[in-house]
Structures are given as C-alpha cells and as structure tokens.
C-alpha cells in the first residue's frame, strides 16, 4: 500500500512515517514501478507500535530499543520492563513537579483579588 494508506493505517502523519524511515526507525520501504513508497502488514504492525510507544513519552532510542525487543523472538521480557518502568519513573517524576506547579499556581490565583486594584501577589511573585 502507499504511505498515505499505510500511515492513516498506523495513526500517524505521512511527514512522520517518512521521517521514521529516513532515520532507519523502520526499515526503508520498498518502491513500486512509479517510484511510490509501498508498505506492507508488517511495516504498518512497526509504525504502530512505534506511535503506541511514542504517546507513552519513549523517545526515539528508546522507541528503537523497544522495536529491536519487539522483532526478537528471544528477547527478555526483564529487558522490555526495565526499559518500561524506567520511563514510568520519569512520568512519575513529572507528575510530581506538574503538582507542586499547580499547587504553587493555585495558591497566587486564590491570594489574587482579581479587581480593579493593582496590586496583585501573582505579579509579585513571578517579578
């Protein structure tokens, strides 16, 4: 299939299905006659992974780690969770610092009077 079939098929822009394949993340498709990109079962079954990965915060080596596992029939399922609760450490660690960022952000809204006066503890604290 071309890469606007496979990449409506995978969930993922065309722009991002050529640039997975440039930086070899998948394997370059093959062409047909006319010089098209063609994309089979497989490639697509890559791509979406690939995108699953991605919505999880895996960065592109760690994407490329993760589909070298998924291709390897002799893998390790310890290798794929130390990869998975490594990044599950770091999404804890962000979900930490978006809280103490909401709790410091809700405290200045609710000290703000939000009237006509200009004294305001929001700009006084980012100043």
Do not use: W
């Not at 497989?42 to 915060?57: D, H, M, T, V, Y």
């Amino acid at each position: 299939m071309n890469i606007s079939v496979a990449a409506d098929a995978a969930g993922l822009p065309v722009k991002t299905v050529r640039y997975y394949a440039d930086i070899g993340l998948v394997a370059a498709p093959s062409r047909s006659a006319s010089g098209y990109r063609t994309y089979d079962d497989a490639s697509i079954r890559k791509l979406a992974f690939i995108r699953r990965a991605r919505e999880f915060g895996f960065n592109i080596g760690e994407c490329r780690e993760l589909l070298g596992l998924y291709e390897d029939q002799n893998r390790s399922s310890a290798d794929v969770k130390q990869i998975a609760s490594k990044k599950l450490e770091e999404i804890r660690a962000k979900q930490r610092e978006l809280q103490a960022l909401h709790d410091d952000l809700s405290h200045l809204v609710d000290s703000c009077s939000g009237d006509h006066q200009p004294e305001c503890p929001i700009i006084d604290y980012l100043g």
